[in-house]
């Protein structure tokens, strides 16, 4: 009965303390885990281990985030427990935070210099004699994409009549949300100039989460006035708002042809001042100063006139102006007119978009009879190049 006393005595003394009792071994402590997963052999006292609660495991950050480190002592006594801090990639110090922190918690700014990639923190007391790893977090920026793959328009061959859709797809391959920002598009003309209104002209890019594109879809009328090769060029973020994890891809440029098309003119030419009665003699040119020779097409004279009845009305006259070589004219549009009233009237020659107005001052009899032909072109008057002039006869 002693020895069972006694024996019982030895056991709850060692629980006291923290121990295990095993009846004829030696005396060992508890065995147990530590938090990094290391078993702890029985036997041995617990070595005291620095428990890194935050960052976790997978948590994603962005330059100018502020990461919260926390930790906490565990498994033993810790005499000395102010700590420093570094930054670890992989096994290389990437980065000392701190020296000398002795609180529990620390705050860092993820500066613009720290590339993207996994790391971990490394907190070791001062004294060199604990240290411990935190979890592996990630480090990631936006990044906004755009090649000459990304840039189309439609149509594919267009013409110097033509107005152009252009289709940018802006992507985002980046880990982080890019924020709003701004585009730049440039337009160039095949003489190296660059196109009114497209000298680095700003576009929005709302805001692209990871992984997905932004479509850019405007309309623009280049006005060409050139055929020959045009270049689209585009940078994004080009205020420099956000911070990329690659900034190289962030310029494209695209070159299209624009093909040439007939250039066709109209002039209308009033001749003489007529009088009353007696016919005059009407006639209207096309010329083509483009590069291509046209198709053929129509070209219309309105000749407006009054009659003290109906008031003033037009009458049309059609032509039609056969395929013109470039630099060629028709003149085959001429007719006989006669007013009955006297007065200035207008007259009017269309070809396509282009018109040409002149006009008659229809003289009473005895009036002054005009000497002098009077050419009116659409595109302006005294524009007339002399060839042309002789070609139509007039001075």
């Given at each position: 009965m002693k020895k069972i006393i006694l024996t019982l005595l030895a056991a709850m003394t060692s629980m006291a303390a923290g121990f295990t009792y095993a009846p004829n071994t030696a005396t060992t402590f508890h065995s147990g885990?530590?938090?990094?997963?290391?078993?702890?052999?029985?036997?041995?006292?617990?070595?005291?281990?620095?428990?890194?609660?935050?960052?976790?495991?997978?948590?994603?950050?962005?330059?100018?985030?502020?990461?919260?480190?926390?930790?906490?002592?565990?498994?033993?006594?810790v005499a000395q427990k102010c700590v420093s801090i570094k930054l670890y990639k992989g096994n290389r110090s990437i980065k000392n935070l701190t020296q000398r922190v002795c609180r529990q918690n620390f705050q860092w700014k993820v500066q613009n210099n720290i590339a993207d990639g996994k790391y971990r923190f490394k907190i070791t007391t001062v004294d060199g004699k604990i240290s411990s790893y935190s979890q592996i977090f990630s480090i990631g920026r936006a990044d906004l994409k755009v090649d000459k793959n990304s840039i189309t328009i439609k149509p594919q061959h267009p013409d110097m009549s033509d107005e152009i859709a252009l289709h940018i797809s802006i992507s985002n391959i980046g880990k982080i949300k890019a924020a709003n920002s701004t585009a730049a598009l440039t337009i160039t003309q095949p003489d190296g100039k660059i196109l009114s209104g497209y000298n680095k002209k700003p576009i929005k890019v709302p805001s692209i989460n990871p992984g997905s594109k932004y479509i850019f879809t405007p309309f623009v009328d280049l006005n060409m006035n050139e055929y020959g090769n045009y270049k689209i060029h585009i940078k994004?973020?080009?205020?420099?708002?956000?911070?990329?994890?690659?900034?190289?891809?962030?310029?494209?440029?695209?070159?299209?042809y624009v093909n040439p098309v007939p250039d066709l003119r109209v002039c209308i030419d009033t001749g003489k001042r007529p009088r009353i009665g007696k016919n005059a003699t009407i006639r209207a040119y096309a010329l083509n100063f483009?590069?291509?020779?046209?198709?053929s097409t129509d070209m219309k004279i309105y000749v407006h006139?009054?009659?003290k009845l109906t008031g003033y009305h037009n009458k049309i006259y059609t032509f039609l102006v056969p395929?013109?070589?470039?630099?060629s004219i028709y003149s085959g549009a001429h007719l006989r007119y006669k007013w009955k009233t006297p007065g200035e009237y207008d007259l009017t020659a269309f070809l396509g978009y282009n018109q040409a107005i002149g006009s008659y001052y229809v003289t009473a009899p005895g009036g002054k009879h005009g000497a002098t032909n009077k050419v009116k072109c659409s595109w302006g008057a005294g524009s007339l190049h002399p060839i042309y002039k002789s070609l139509m006869g007039v001075r």
């Open positions: 885990i530590h938090t990094n997963g290391t078993p702890i052999r029985a036997g041995r006292l617990a070595k005291a281990q620095i428990v890194v609660t935050r960052p976790q495991r997978g948590n994603l950050f962005t330059v100018y985030d502020h990461i919260n480190i926390n930790w906490r002592f565990a498994m033993g006594h994004l973020d080009a205020r420099n708002h956000i911070s990329e994890s690659n900034k190289d891809n962030n310029s494209a440029s695209y070159t299209f483009g590069p291509v020779a046209s198709e006139s009054y009659n395929p013109l070589k470039p630099g």
